[in-house]
Structures are given as C-alpha cells and as structure tokens.
C-alpha cells in the first residue's frame, strides 16, 4: 500500500505558482526530489496559461501575486470543466482563517500555512492525489452512460440534495456540476412544487410507489423557468445499503413555449387594437376579430361565411380589391388603402396588408389581412399641410423681407444724404422728409414681416408690452376693413415682462385676426385694451395657473357674433376651428394658449352668441425693472477720422454707406467680396482702424470673415450688420470677434454711432 502511495506522488506533475523565487526553489528542490515532476509559474496569469496549456495532477498557489491574485486563479481553474478536478493546495504565509475561508470558498483543496514542514506538504499532496485516482476509478465504469445522456439525470439523496448529475441536467440549469452537488433541490425548484416534492420522496422512500412522475418547474441559475418532465424511482445499493433517488428530466419548455405562443397569439388576434380577418382560399372569412366589427361597423356572424370582397366593395376601392385579390393569389403580399362605406353610412378609409397563408407543403390554405382605421390620420395630413404652407408663406415672405431690407438701407440712406445736402425751407426737403417717412415705415413692416417669419426657438427678455401692441395695430390697420373700427386704450405706464417680442406679437395678430373674422359681414368695433393690474389672493382662488401680484392685462374685445358654450369649450384645441375649409388651420388659438402657459401668465374669454368677445391676457410684470434706452448722440459728436473696410455684397448698400461715412470724415475702402476682403486686409492690416460686415454672403459670411481676419490681426474691431435679429443673438455670445451689431436696413448715423462706440472704448 505504501508503494502505491509513493507511486501516486512519484509520477505526479505539479505546477507551483509563487511570485517569490526563493519559495519557488526551495518547492522545486523538494517536490523533484519526490519524484515529481514540477512546473512553475510566477504569476496569475502566467499559471492559467501553463494549466489550459497541460493540466497537471495538482496545484500548490500561493494567495498575493501581482496582477491577479490566488483566489482568482483558483476560481478561473474551477470554472473549466476540463480542470476543475485538479486538485488546488494554497500555500501562504497568511494564517488568518478568513484568508482560509475565502481558499475554500473558491475551491480550494487544502491550505497549508508559511513557513511548513516538508513532510506536511508531502502527505496532503499524497492523499489529494489518491482521492482524485479513486475517484475517477469510481466513475469510470458508469460515467460515460450518465454524461451521454440525451435527458437530464441525476441522484438525489433522500432529504432531497443533488449527489450526481449530469451534463445534460447541468446545462439545462445552467449550472456547472460543482455548483449543484450538495445543494438541496429546493434551491433550484419553483416555490409551488416543494410541497408535493417532498410528498413525492417520502412515498418513495416507504415503498408506497416504486416510481412517480409528473410536469414540474426548475428555476435556472438566471432566474427563467424551466418546463419539466420528472421520473423519479428508488435505488438501493447492497453492497453498502445506499439508498439514493435517480430522476430521469426530460427538458419541455419548447412544447410548453409553443403551447403559450398559442394561447398568447390567439389572445393577441383577439385582443389586438387593428382589425384581423382570415379567410378561406377562396375569400370566405373564417374568423374576425372584436376590433373588425369596431372598424366595418359589422358583427362577427354577419362577416363569417361571407366572401369578404363583396363587404369591402364599393366607392372607389374596387380597382385596389382586384389588385389585393390577384396580389395575394399569386403568392405575395400586399398593402395599401381600402375605403369603404358601413352599414351607418359613414366614410372609412383603411391602411391593408394582406397575405397569404401556406401548409407544409407550400400551398395556400388561407389568406390573413391587418386592417387599420386611417380616417382621422389623413384628416390629420390635410391639417398638417395646411400648417406647412403656412411655414412655407412664412419662409417666402422671411426671404423676400431680407431683399427688400437691402434696397431700403440704399432708399433711405441716399435720402438722407440728399436731404442734408438741401436747407431747412427747400420744399424738396420737405418731399424727401415724406420719404424718409416711409422709408421708416417700411422698414418696420419689414421688421414685422421678419419677425413672422422666424423659425428660430424663443429667447424671453424684458419687454414693454405697449410697444409691441402700438407696433401691430399699426400693421393691423392696413388689413382690416374699413367697416371695423379700431379702439384702442393703451396704458404706456405698464411695467415690462419677460417675453418674447415675436410672441406678443403673434399673440395680437391672431386675436385680432379672429376678431377680424368674427364681424366682416356687419362691420363691428375692435377694442383693445392694456392696462395694469393686481391680482388678488381671492382672484387666484378663480384662476390656480396665476400667482398674486402684478400683471399687465390685454384686453381684445369684439362686437361679431359671439360664441355658444360648446364652442367656447374647444377653441384652444389645436386645429379646432369654425372657419370654412381653406380659411384657417385651427392652430392660432391653441398656439398662443401654448405661447401664455410658457409666459406663466392666463388666457380667458368672454362670449355669448349675438353679444361679440372678449379675450383677456394676463402676463406677469418684471417688479422693480426698468428698460433704459441708449441716449441718442448728437450728429456732430460721430464724425471721425478712422479708416474703415466696409464689406458688403450688395454694391448700392456698399457706396451709400461709403458716402455717408464719408461725409463724417472717415476714410472708407468698399469691398464687395469676402474673400478679396481677406486678401486685401492681409496685404496691410494696419491700414484699417475698423471692419464694417454684412452677415449674409456667398462665398463668406461675415461671422467667418470676422474670424479671418481677427487670424489676421487680433485687435481690429468688427462691426457686424443683418437684417436677421436671430443673427445678432447668435453672435452676441462670441464678443470676442464681433464688437459690435446693426440692424439693417442700414441707417448712416446709426453705422456711424457704432463706429464711434467700438473706437472709442477700444
């Protein structure tokens, strides 16, 4: 017997894995001199590389290495079913029993503590060694039948723990061998069948039934179900009067998942929110749905056994039934729209797909179509293109808006021009002073025009709201009929709020619109009020969307026709409107209601048929805030004498400016090229004290031509011009490079004001 221990340590192959050489010799010399035959390794890494290389009979690991420590070598040997039967020894110098634990928690044979006797090592190895021969002696004779296995086997003990199981068993669980043997079955058995489990091993046990079987439910290590099949029966060993469990485990989730596809399929069909037929080859139906008879106004039994192309005829869908029929008869599928009358009367329009449905052999045994309501959706598309050339006239007008700023800058700059260069009395004067007039005029109608236009998200400032009303009903006045008069009672006291100016607008314009509309039959008196007000504690108690306290309150009040109470309830629903087809989308309501939420301010009507309306407005004022304009400087005080490079496309904006400056004493150089304006400011830098730019040009726009040239010479200061104030608050995040912004159309002492204001803080 000694011999063949000695045998079993003399031919062993053991690999030491220890960062420390003088351990590592001192291992190797006396393991070698047992006759084993000994690898190392020096670290974590390198061991796993040296194991899945050739797998030795034994590991001796110590715990602290660099890069990966013993404990992960140990778990990383153990989680590969080629190696997991090797036995592992940890050899450290760490004596605590935590440190031992976490040894044999990862799988850990042994743990031999630093410093050791050799004769200790000796022996464990021995004994580790002839346990794993014996066993793999045990297993051999029987092993390869239970691994083979197509089903899932396994012995369990009588108090229910897994002794053996097998491949099939653990990948059905999706647990390796190790973790299962020793574990009760319970842990890895559905809650509700530990009960009739325990039942079923007791009546095992006693002999009451020599095997019993039935439908179960394992959990998997992740947590999923698996559908069973169990045979369990009872084994007796004579030679050692063993008794143990086999369970033989047949895996039917498939069968299970197939049978609840079908039922969830069927629920689904049934219960699904789009319309399902299925008929026939010849047509017929055969089975409809609950949401059919929603969408064909028709009851199952009156569809069923019915050719559904006689249902779906008539109107205009003759010619794509024909397409779908001769579509899905030949093998294909086939989608598009189907409108039909039902049974009330009414219009439906219905987005199809139809197929065809083959048996196993190829041919068609049904056909299947999915139906679904589109009616409202298209009503929706009419509305939402109706919306989109609204955006569309939106855009035109923003372009043409921009042109026509160009020519007025040229209009009303040479305007000026001539009326300085004539005395106070000359009635030429006076004649271009009725330009000059217009001009402005026209410039804030552009203005306006542009502010219609924006497509840009809104930036809230501070803003008296009178000035933006007085701004509108100026341009309300040129489009509303002279049989509307126009009242209006304007507070210029009001305290500013945070808004957008476009949006106070906007706000205007459709109340006054829809004013408009309400008395063009008879005429009428639109009234428009502001004023303001304080909101009491007892008025929010009324209105919960406003809190107490000051607020700027617009009034739009009409004399038309008034409207009912179901009206009143839906007028700030988008797209509802009273309005005949083409003459209104349905959205200004509902959008400046959007517009006044944002604003944390109300929005109320008042009406009645015969008696007109009142739309009131509430937005909360700024307290303690004041908008100070720039004190306008006297003419005299902006001549200079800087050289200016005026930049701008447009050659007619370019030689005004270029004579009005002029006419102050500046030096002015004109280009209009952006690029030939680089190249000219490279040439001499410093024969420039200030750039003036347009934004919008080909080839360059002026914000990247401020960059070229600040490349150029840091310090320069550039002036930047646009018709756009979008532009302008772009821009004005990057001080850096423009200095300064005008709005165009371009007036020469307002140029000549920015010229003085950048130069003169420089």
Not at 156 to 181: A, K, P, Q, W
Not at 529 to 550: H, M, N, T
Not at 709 to 716: A, G, N, Q
Request: charged share 25%.
């Amino acid at each position: 017997m000694s011999d063949a221990r000695e045998r079993d340590l003399n031919s062993a192959v053991v690999l030491v894995v220890d960062d420390n050489p003088e351990n590592l010799r001192v291992l190797r010399e006396m393991l070698t001199k047992q006759g084993c035959t000994i690898r190392v390794a020096r670290s974590g890494h390198e061991a796993l590389r040296s194991v899945e290389a050739s797998p030795p009979d034994m590991i001796l690991l110590d715990i602290h290495m660099p890069g990966m420590d013993g404990y992960e070598v140990c778990r990383r040997v153990k989680a590969d079913t080629r190696l997991r039967d090797i036995p592992v020894i940890f050899v450290s110098a760490l004596g605590e029993t935590f440190n031992k634990v976490a040894a044999y928690d990862c799988g850990g044979a042994d743990y031999i503590t630093k410093p050791f006797q050799f004769e200790e090592i000796r022996v464990r190895m021995r004994a580790h060694l002839r346990t794993r021969h014996m066993l793999a002696e045990s297993q051999a004779g029987f092993r390869s039948s239970f691994e083979q296995a197509a089903v899932g086997m396994a012995h369990i003990s009588l108090d229910g723990t897994f002794l053996r199981v097998n491949h099939r068993f653990c990948d059905m669980l999706g647990y390796s061998e190790e973790e299962l043997l020793g574990r009760a079955t319970a842990d890895v058995t559905c809650k509700e069948f530990h009960q009739s489990d325990e039942a079923d091993r007791q009546r095992l046990a006693q002999g009451e039934v020599e095997w019993v079987s039935g439908e179960k439910q394992y959990l998997r290590k992740r947590g999923q179900r698996l559908f069973c099949r169990a045979t369990l029966s009872l084994v007796r060993v004579a030679t050692t009067h063993e008794q143990y469990l086999a369970a033989i485990v047949e895996d039917i989730s498939e069968r299970k998942r197939v049978e609840d596809e079908r039922r969830q399929l069927a629920a689904a069909i049934d219960q699904a929110a789009e319309a399902i037929v299925i008929t026939d080859a010849s047509g017929v139906a055969r089975y409809a749905n609950p949401a059919w008879e929603q969408l064909s106004g028709l009851s199952r039994s009156e569809a069923l056994d019915v050719d559904m192309r006689t249902i779906l005829g008539g109107q205009d869908g003759e010619a794509a039934l024909r397409q779908l029929w001769e579509t899905v008869a030949s093998g294909k599928s086939w989608s598009g729209r189907l409108q039909f009358k039902r049974p009330d009367g009414m219009l439906c329009t219905q987005e199809v797909t139809a197929s065809p449905v083959r048996d196993n052999a190829g041919h068609i045994v049904n056909f299947v179509a999915v139906a679904r309501d589109i009616t409202e959706q298209i009503a929706l598309e009419h509305r939402l293109q109706q919306a989109q050339k609204l955006e569309a006239i939106g855009t035109l007008a923003g372009g043409i808006a921009h042109d026509f700023n160009n020519i007025l800058s040229a209009i009303m700059g040479y305007t000026d021009i001539a009326m300085d260069d004539l005395p106070e009395d000359s009635e030429v004067r006076s004649s271009l002073s009725q330009v000059a007039t217009a001009g402005r005029r026209a410039r804030d109608l552009v203005a306006q025009i542009l502010a219609f236009s924006r497509q840009s998200e809104r930036e809230t400032q501070p803003v008296r709201v009178q000035s933006v009303v007085k701004e509108a009903l100026k341009l309300l006045r040129g489009s509303i009929p002279a049989t509307i008069e126009i009242k209006e009672d304007i507070d210029s006291t009001c305290a500013p709020v945070l808004a957008d100016p476009t949006g106070l607008h906007q706000i205007l314009m459709n109340l006054c619109t829809n004013a408009n509309h309400a008395m063009q039959e008879k005429g009428g008196l639109l009234a428009v009020r502001l004023a303001q007000v304080e909101i009491s504690e007892s008025e929010v108690e009324r209105d919960p969307s406003l809190s107490p306290g000051e607020y700027v309150r617009l009034e739009v009040h009409d004399t038309g026709h008034g409207m009912d109470e179901v009206t009143k309830a839906r007028i700030f629903e988008p797209y509802f409107t009273t309005k005949e087809r083409g003459e209104g989308t349905g959205l200004g309501l509902s959008t400046i209601h959007g517009i006044v939420t944002d604003l944390q301010g109300a929005i109320h009507v008042y009406s009645h048929p015969g008696e007109g309306s009142t739309f009131t407005v509430l937005l909360p004022c700024m307290p303690g805030e004041s908008l100070s304009a720039e004190a306008e400087v006297p003419l005299a005080k902006l001549r200079g004498t800087e050289r200016v490079l005026l930049v701008d496309d447009e050659e007619p904006i370019g030689e005004f400016a270029k004579a009005a400056l002029e006419r102050l004493g500046y030096k002015v150089t004109v280009q209009t090229s952006s690029p030939n304006a680089v190249a000219l400011f490279s040439e001499s830098p410093d024969a420039f004290d200030v750039v003036v730019t347009d934004q919008m040009m080909p080839q360059m726009k002026g914000t990247e031509l401020s960059r070229r040239l600040h490349e150029i010479r840091r310090d320069i200061p550039v002036i930047l011009c646009s018709g756009f104030a979008e532009t302008m608050r772009e821009t004005a995040a990057n001080q850096g490079e423009i200095q300064h912004h005008v709005m165009k159309p371009i007036i020469g002492a307002d140029l000549a004001r920015a010229i003085r204001k950048v130069v003169d803080t420089a």
